[in-house]
């Protein structure tokens, strides 16, 4: 059976961008595939250096994780810090990547721009750690959003070059996995690019309805459409990509309509978007709740996966130091 594996920074709770770009596709995943789902602690060091509570962290986005129905039973669910031999293969895969094609990662000029006094190492060689968290299992899809486009190429070549360099078939070059074959990106509603957590324009699915509401009615619009049939501004395309995502075709289509007809009032397509939104997350809100609540299960989840990926990664180390000549 083929196998995946994605991961999610724990620098925060998990929003509507990383359940659409990522954790949905994980929850339809796991019934197909061999399946593994971690928590990228190490990846939140790069941005985040003092990182608080950080086993709190990773509980919270494993409690949000089971709340949006992956199953430990199908797809074990692991802590990246739990699985020291990542370290191992991301050391060998870093001796084959170049600092020229590192500085030139879109993700590494845009966190150096942001974070001017801590342009760190670990920044740079962020692409390496990916594509070990990745080759380690020698897993052949990762289903992620949009934005992680750069990294996953940069996972290919590690693979490919390691190949090359050895004269070995070893590494499947992994590829990106979308929930409906398409990337996805989903946008902030404030009218700059996409949602993100460093962006501060999340909706989150802790969320609970009031807020939901808000900030979906704080939406970015414009004067309203001018001329029928004309081309959407990115502001009000991004209202749409949400009604696409939530709410129901014919709904889509009524409001496409009214677009396309200048009939369309703002104010409608946003208490559409936000009540067909409230609805979808109220009972994840809910499950994740009750999970958060089980500390100790939570735990005993962690744990069996760590157990689950260590065995997976040390497999893969091992074949590696053959190939490179180390003692096994
Ligand atoms: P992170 O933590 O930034 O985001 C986790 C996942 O959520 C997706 N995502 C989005 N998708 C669509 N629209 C958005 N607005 C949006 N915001 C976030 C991301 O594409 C991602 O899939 N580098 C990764 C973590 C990671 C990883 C890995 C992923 C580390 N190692 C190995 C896959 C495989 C990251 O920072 O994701």
């Given at each position: 059976m083929e196998k995946v594996v994605s991961g999610i920074r724990p620098t925060g709770n998990l929003h509507l961008g990383n359940y659409f770009g990522a954790v949905r596709s994980f929850v339809k995943m796991q019934d197909e595939y061999d399946c593994m789902f971690f928590i990228a602690d190490w990846h939140s060091l790069t941005t985040h250096p003092k990182p608080g509570d950080i086993q709190q962290s990773a509980r919270t986005i494993l409690a949000e994780y089971l709340a949006c129905g992956i199953d430990p039973k199908k797809a074990p669910i692991y802590v990246?810090?739990?699985?020291?031999e990542t370290l191992e293969l991301y050391l060998y895969l870093n001796m084959n990547m170049y600092l020229g094609e590192l500085e030139r990662v879109t993700t590494f000029k845009e966190k150096a721009r942001k974070q001017p006094d801590n342009v760190n190492a670990g920044l740079l060689t962020y692409p390496t750690l990916m594509a070990a968290d990745i080759l380690q299992h020698r897993a052949a899809k990762v289903p992620v959003g949009k934005d992680q486009e750069q990294n996953m190429e940069q996972a290919r070549k590690c693979a490919r070059r390691f190949n090359n360099i050895y004269g070995v078939d070893f590494f499947p070059e992994p590829q990106n996995f979308y929930f409906s074959d398409q990337a996805i990106k989903i946008p902030g509603l404030d009218g700059s690019g996409k949602m993100g957590k460093s962006e501060g324009n999340c909706i989150y699915l802790r969320d609970d309805d009031k807020t939901i509401r808000k900030k979906v009615m704080k939406a970015v619009t414009d004067a309203g459409p001018q001329e029928p049939n004309s081309p959407r501004p990115e502001v009000i395309e991004n209202l749409f990509t949400f009604l696409r995502i939530v709410s129901s075709p014919e709904v889509y289509a009524h409001f496409d309509a009214q677009w396309n007809d200048c009939t369309l009032r703002y104010g409608d397509l946003k208490k559409q978007i936000a009540e067909d939104l409230c609805a979808m997350v109220a009972p994840i809100r809910e499950r994740i709740e009750a999970f958060s609540a089980d500390v100790d299960l939570l735990d005993r989840i962690a744990r069996e996966g760590a157990e689950v990926a260590r065995a997976s990664a040390a497999a893969t180390v091992r074949e590696v130091r053959k190939i490179i000549g180390f003692r096994v």
């Open positions: 990246q810090s739990d699985v020291p």
